[in-house]
């Protein structure tokens, strides 16, 4: 099975852009979750999608937004791109969704954002 | 407040010797676990575990319930083990909470 794949891989925008990020799960996944790594927070999580709805999500402002398509596909926003939403963007998938006794997550290569 | 703390936070070794990386929480907790993390960011996860213990390969990776402790051991260490390894448990709330890391340099 091919793994997780995140596109775009690299990205540079400019403060008050906004950015749109997509994550394509491991066929037959249903469980997608976004997470955010920075060398002073580490890894921190965004929001988590299973069967096109929303089940959890972390502190983040409202300028973080998410969804899941109907072939688990999953996209984030991130509307008025601050500094410091310069990051790495990771996304990962599993079966399960996270909570259910615990999934195993696959990870995808994350994207790389740099807000200037 | 739903924490997770691991230690060391940086551990340099010789190649074949034995490493052990800790990580505690603070609540009961669904399942732990164990990401090994290389330069360039990919991640992998090791372990998922609930209680007991797990191996693979030169991994072990155990967990005390009681004790709100889990523990990752790699035996015979070699230098492409160089990573950051992170402990991240799922609490009651069922996202993920991650520890800040563990960087390990194996020197050959």
């Known amino acids: 099975k091919a793994g997780v794949t995140q596109t775009p891989r690299y990205l540079i925008k400019t403060r008050g852009q906004q950015v749109t990020l997509s994550c394509s799960p491991i066929?037959?996944?249903?469980?997608v979750s976004w997470y955010q790594q920075t060398p002073g927070q580490g890894l921190q999580f965004l929001f988590e999608y299973f069967s096109e709805t929303q089940r959890n999500k972390g502190n983040f402002p409202g300028r973080f937004s998410g969804r899941q398509f109907s072939n688990s596909r999953s996209e984030m926003n991130v509307s008025t791109l601050e500094l410091g939403d310069s990051a790495l963007y990771l996304c990962?998938?599993?079966?399960?969704?996270?909570?259910?006794?615990?999934?195993?997550?696959?990870f995808g290569p994350g994207t790389r954002l740099t807000v200037t | 407040k739903n924490e997770v703390e691991q230690s060391p936070q940086n551990l340099t070794a010789q190649e074949g010797e034995f490493i052990t990386i800790n990580c505690s929480y603070s609540v009961g907790i669904s399942a732990l676990h164990w990401l090994q993390q290389h330069p360039g960011g990919g991640i992998v996860s090791l372990f998922m575990?609930?209680?007991g213990k797990k191996k693979h390969g030169r991994l072990i990776a155990t967990i005390n319930i009681q004790e709100k402790h889990s523990s990752l051991h790699i035996t015979a260490s070699h230098p492409r083990d160089s990573a950051v390894y992170i402990c991240?448990?799922?609490?009651?709330?069922?996202?993920?909470?991650f520890g800040t890391g563990t960087r390990l340099t194996i020197i050959p």
């Open positions: 991240a448990v799922s609490f009651g709330n069922e996202k993920l909470t």
């Open positions: 066929s037959g996944h249903r469980s």
């Open positions: 990962a998938s599993s079966e399960q969704a996270t909570g259910t006794g615990g999934a195993e997550q696959y």
């Open positions: 575990l609930s209680s």
